[in-house]
């Protein structure tokens, strides 16, 4: 089987800083992680690799930066990474990302293709059901668990608001899951010591040549028109409690106060 991992790398905070000019998101000078979601899909890949054998290849957009991502990606047991990285994809809204990512997943055979339900950051959730519709294949989203026997359907448990659905869906097709769907794994020790020499490919614009209108800010449809922070509105205010049961009374009594309870 031939499974393909998105990975975005993100900052690690929900603090992310904007560009007060260009409204663009700066990278620049914060610590980053692989995005939660799709280490939880990247350790799905590498049950079923652990279980009937599948090479696995991650794939991120970003800057030359996002190359660690990937490399610790690799670290897990991933074989093949790609980062598709060019000045002309950048400033992407989802949709112009999605684009760029369908031109380098077209010129790869993927049995299944796993991306997260979400990144922090954008937290769009859009870029995986995007990227199905683009390639035309069935999607299941907000997967928090998966069976496969080893023949044509994987059967999945969808998360919804008040439980879950149980589908079943036959490849080639895409899944987005959820951080909560697997306890990633560590490094591999072994995988470690090799793998700053291990080759990342970087795809740029000539090797995966999408419509240079679809594509960086001027395929991207959505402006953001202003960013800003939300402003305090009023001071907090700090209640000492001696312990758990009165910390809990003063919060109740509070809640009673605001909403007439
Ligand atoms: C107008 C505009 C301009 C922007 N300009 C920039 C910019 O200049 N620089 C910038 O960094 N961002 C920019 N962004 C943000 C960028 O569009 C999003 O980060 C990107 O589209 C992913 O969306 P998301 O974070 O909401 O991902 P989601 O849709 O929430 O992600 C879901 C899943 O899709 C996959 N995925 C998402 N993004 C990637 C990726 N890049 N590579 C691999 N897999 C991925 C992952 O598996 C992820 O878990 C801009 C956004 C807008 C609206």
Same mark, same amino acid.
């Given at each position: 089987m031939d499974i393909t991992v998105l990975v975005k790398q993100v900052p690690n905070t929900a603090e992310i800083r904007i560009d007060p000019v260009k409204n663009t998101l700066i990278r620049d000078g914060v610590p980053s992680?692989?995005?939660?979601?799709?280490?939880?899909?990247?350790?799905?890949?590498?049950?079923?690799?652990?279980?009937?054998?599948?090479?696995?290849?991650?794939?991120s957009m970003g800057p030359p930066q996002a190359q660690l991502a990937l490399r610790e990606a690799l670290a897990m047991g991933a074989d093949r990474?790609? $980062?598709? /990285? =060019?000045?002309?994809?950048? !400033?992407?809204?989802?949709?112009?990302?999605? %684009?760029?990512? &369908?031109?380098?997943?077209?010129? $790869?055979? /993927? =049995?299944?293709?796993?991306? !997260?339900?979400?990144?922090?950051?954008?937290? %769009?959730?859009? &870029?995986?059901?995007?990227?199905a519709e683009?390639? =035309?294949?069935?999607?299941?989203?907000?997967?928090?668990?998966?069976?496969?026997?080893?023949?044509?359907?994987?059967?999945?448990?969808?998360?919804?608001?008040?439980?879950?659905?149980?589908?079943?869906?036959?490849?080639?097709?895409?899944?987005?899951?959820?951080?909560?769907?697997?306890?990633?794994?560590?490094?591999?020790?072994h995988n470690l010591v090799d793998v700053f020499s291990r080759e990342i490919e970087i795809w740029d614009f000539e090797r995966i040549k999408p419509d240079v209108n679809q594509i960086g800010l001027t395929g991207s449809p959505t402006k953001v028109k202003k960013s800003y922070t939300k402003g305090v509105k009023q001071s907090g205010k700090i209640v000492e409690a001696a312990n758990a049961e009165e910390a809990a009374e003063a919060i109740v009594t509070k809640l009673q106060e605001l909403f007439m309870i």
């Amino acid at each position: 089987m031939d499974i393909t991992v998105l990975v975005k790398q993100v900052p690690n905070t929900a603090e992310i800083r904007i560009d007060p000019v260009k409204n663009t998101l700066i990278r620049d000078g914060v610590p980053s992680i692989i995005n939660p979601d799709d280490k939880a899909g990247l350790e799905e890949a590498l049950k079923l690799k652990d279980q009937f054998g599948a090479t696995i290849t991650v794939v991120s957009m970003g800057p030359p930066q996002a190359q660690l991502a990937l490399r610790e990606a690799l670290a897990m047991g991933a074989d093949r990474a790609i $980062l598709v /990285s =060019d000045r002309k994809f950048g !400033g992407a809204d989802t949709l112009a990302t999605s %684009t760029t990512l &369908v031109a380098a997943l077209k010129q $790869l055979k /993927s =049995d299944l293709i796993i991306a !997260g339900r979400q990144a922090i950051d954008g937290d %769009t959730a859009q &870029v995986g059901p995007q990227v199905a519709e683009m390639l =035309d294949i069935p999607q299941v989203s907000y997967v928090q668990k998966l069976h496969y026997d080893g023949k044509q359907t994987l059967q999945i448990q969808r998360l919804v608001e008040d439980g879950y659905y149980e589908l079943e869906v036959d490849f080639p097709c895409l899944i987005t899951v959820l951080a909560e769907a697997n306890k990633p794994r560590y490094m591999h020790i072994h995988n470690l010591v090799d793998v700053f020499s291990r080759e990342i490919e970087i795809w740029d614009f000539e090797r995966i040549k999408p419509d240079v209108n679809q594509i960086g800010l001027t395929g991207s449809p959505t402006k953001v028109k202003k960013s800003y922070t939300k402003g305090v509105k009023q001071s907090g205010k700090i209640v000492e409690a001696a312990n758990a049961e009165e910390a809990a009374e003063a919060i109740v009594t509070k809640l009673q106060e605001l909403f007439m309870i």
